[in-house]
T-cell receptor, first 115, second 116 residues
Framework: SAVISQKPSRDICQRGTSLTIQCQVDSQVTMMFWYRQQPGQSLTLIATANQGSEATYESGFVIDKFPISRPNLTFSTLTVSNMSPEDSSIYLC????????????FGPGTRLTVT | AQKITQTQPGMFVQEKEAVTLDCTYDTSDPSYGLFWYKQPSSGEMIFLIYQGSYDQQNATEGRYSLNFQKARKSANLVISASQLGDSAMYFCAMRRANTGGFKTIFGAGTRLFVKA
């Protein structure tokens, strides 16, 4: 398995500010993903972040709003920029275990509230 | 386009009984994977079971089994001998095996309530 930690675990932010969420994995992984889960909803993929390449964003998500860094095989950050109350969600980091196509693990999530 | 459908927003089951959570999917890809995750109130996503589209036998993991009916495009989760700790949100998910960047899409989820 893979152990994933996220910082911060939760935060309350003011409208118009930005928050950077960190994701740390205890082993090297090729594929990392960022998801958003709005209250009472399912998970929506924001982007795929592979080391050494630009993140690939899903429809409805753009780099200016959700810039992602992936400096190495164990770490990634997601920034939520110019926040509005609609950005209040849980943000989850996820990794696909290298060498498999199905072992996907999730971090504990970052609960963001924008006021 | 890929799609996952979970038609049961909520389900109740008596402790120690079995329960089936429904999931149907839609894809034109021949190779894909189907998953079930459990999300308790703590928010963590717990991987339960995986079924590959070419697997001949239904997947089983302890009390969890996946009833895979490929022709019907269904991948129902069966939980046997329900326990109070099984009360949680359950998500069905699908991933194309090699194309599409290994992206996983999730259904809307089913909230399971286990009654004592």
């Amino acid at each position: 398995s893979a152990v994933i930690s996220q910082k911060p675990s939760r935060d309350i932010c003011q409208r118009g500010t930005s928050l950077t969420i960190q994701c740390q994995v205890d082993s090297q992984v090729t594929m990392m993903f960022w998801y958003r889960q709005q209250p009472g909803q399912s998970l929506t993929l924001i982007a795929t972040a592979n080391q050494g390449s630009e993140a690939t964003y899903e429809s409805g998500f753009v780099i200016d709003k959700f810039p992602i860094s992936r400096p190495n095989l164990t770490f990634s950050t997601l920034t939520v920029s110019n926040m509005s109350p609609e950005d209040s969600s849980i943000y989850l980091c996820s990794v696909l275990k290298t060498g498999t196509s199905y072992e996907q693990y999730f971090g504990p999530g970052t609960r963001l509230t924008v006021t | 386009a890929q799609k996952i459908t979970q038609t049961q927003p909520g389900m109740f089951v008596q402790e120690k009984e079995a329960v089936t959570l429904d999931c149907t999917y839609d894809t034109s890809d021949p190779s894909y994977g189907l998953f079930w995750y459990k999300q308790p109130s703590s928010g963590e996503m717990i991987f339960l079971i995986y079924q590959g589209s070419y697997d001949q036998q239904n997947a089983t993991e302890g009390r969890y089994s996946l009833n895979f009916q490929k022709a019907r495009k269904s991948a129902n989760l069966v939980i046997s001998a329900s326990q109070l700790g099984d009360s949680a949100m359950y998500f069905c998910a699908m991933r194309r095996a090699n194309t599409g960047g290994f992206k996983t899409i999730f259904g809307a989820g089913t909230r399971l309530f286990v009654k004592a």
